[in-house]
């Protein structure tokens, strides 16, 4: 595993970590193809390249800007890392943004641009993708969604369930869309069990509609395609983060099992016995190596605890800056 990542620029307004392993027993899986992004007020960035950690400044980025974001390489279609890792690299280069057309824009474009990159693959079934769960924090506002795949944003308060904030892509919100799943049944194929197949990915394309076939643009959930339980979430959109909150950015291989809401109903109380973003990642990933859910299959981990601050915790925070 890699060592929790620690920012306190991300300070005065957030307290954010991120972590990142091959699994949660070491030795059954070598290699991790998961990613994440950590863009702290002051430019600095921490990410993963070639499986281990890197920090780069990123040039113009306005002072107090947050840009987070987990990535889910999809390892079944080959270069699940590479396409991960190249889309951290173009992260890199997308200026800070301020609203959600123009955050979409400029990723739709890095998505284009990658998979003609990519294109020496044969066939669009051929090509690797990545899940892309993103949040843009501008300074004194509202954080911006960006959402492709299955990797998830939660949000988690003491004594309650967590709160999925994403709409996973897969084949039974695709059932849900055209009316074949209501509401409970869309609920229990997709967060009352595990299922590996996945409807969009980053550079892949996706398979919404009804040919079945894998088409090259992105396609965004939105209010006026998503069935009505569903259309409060859509995968762009403005979201205003609670104070009283924490949030969980994370890849799927915290819930690859088959009962993920027994083990994801333990999270709240888990996290909230800790009073650090960095604290919290240690528990959750401790958790998972020495008490996992029953059945757990093996999958690589990555994770972003982002936890608002109030002003009385600011003077709190470590004074030293850095990786911990």
């Known amino acids: 595993m890699t060592s929790p990542i620690l920012h306190q620029h991300f300070a005065p307004h957030f307290d954010i970590a991120a972590w990142s392993a091959a699994g949660a027993q070491a030795g059954i899986l070598t290699e991790n193809q998961d990613n994440f992004l950590l863009i702290d007020t002051a430019g600095s960035a921490s990410f993963l390249r070639e499986q281990r950690v890197c920090a780069a400044p990123v040039t113009n980025w306005p002072q107090g800007h947050i840009r987070v974001a987990v990535l889910d390489g999809m390892g079944g279609h080959g270069f699940g890392r590479e396409a991960a890792q190249a889309v951290v690299q173009g992260l890199l280069d997308i200026p800070a943004c301020t609203s959600v057309g123009a955050l979409s824009h400029h990723l739709d474009h890095l998505h284009g641009r990658l998979q003609a990159q990519f294109g020496k693959y044969t066939s669009p079934s051929q090509r690797p993708g990545t899940t892309l769960t993103l949040l843009e924090i501008p300074p004194g506002q509202p954080a911006l969604l960006y959402h492709v795949g299955d990797s998830r944003l939660y949000q988690l308060r003491p004594g309650m369930a967590p709160q999925p904030l994403t709409i996973d892509h897969v084949p039974a919100t695709v059932h849900?869309?055209?009316g074949a799943l209501d509401d409970?049944?869309?609920w229990q194929q997709v967060h009352g069990?595990?299922?590996s197949q996945i409807a969009?990915?980053?550079i892949l394309g996706h398979a919404f509609g009804h040919t079945g076939q894998i088409n090259d643009p992105l396609f965004a959930l939105a209010p006026g395609?998503?069935?009505a339980f569903l259309a409060h979430l859509p995968d762009r959109r403005v979201l205003a983060l609670d104070p009283d909150s924490v949030y969980?950015?994370?890849?799927?291989g915290f819930w690859a099992c088959p009962s993920p809401q027994l083990w994801l109903a333990r999270?709240?109380?888990l996290l909230a016995r800790h009073g650090s973003a960095a604290a919290m990642c240690h528990a959750l990933f401790e958790?998972?190596?020495t008490a996992p859910p029953p059945d757990l299959h093996p999958d690589n981990l990555t994770a972003i605890v982002l936890r608002p601050l109030r002003a009385h915790e600011v003077t709190a925070l470590p004074s030293a800056t850095g990786a911990h």
């Open 225 to 227: 395609n998503l069935p």
């Open 267 to 269: 999270w709240p109380a």
């Open 200 to 202: 969009q990915a980053f």
């Open 184 to 186: 409970m049944d869309w």
């Open 287 to 289: 958790a998972m190596e």
């Open 193 to 195: 069990e595990h299922r």
């Open 176 to 178: 849900a869309m055209d």
């Open 248 to 252: 969980l950015l994370a890849s799927d």
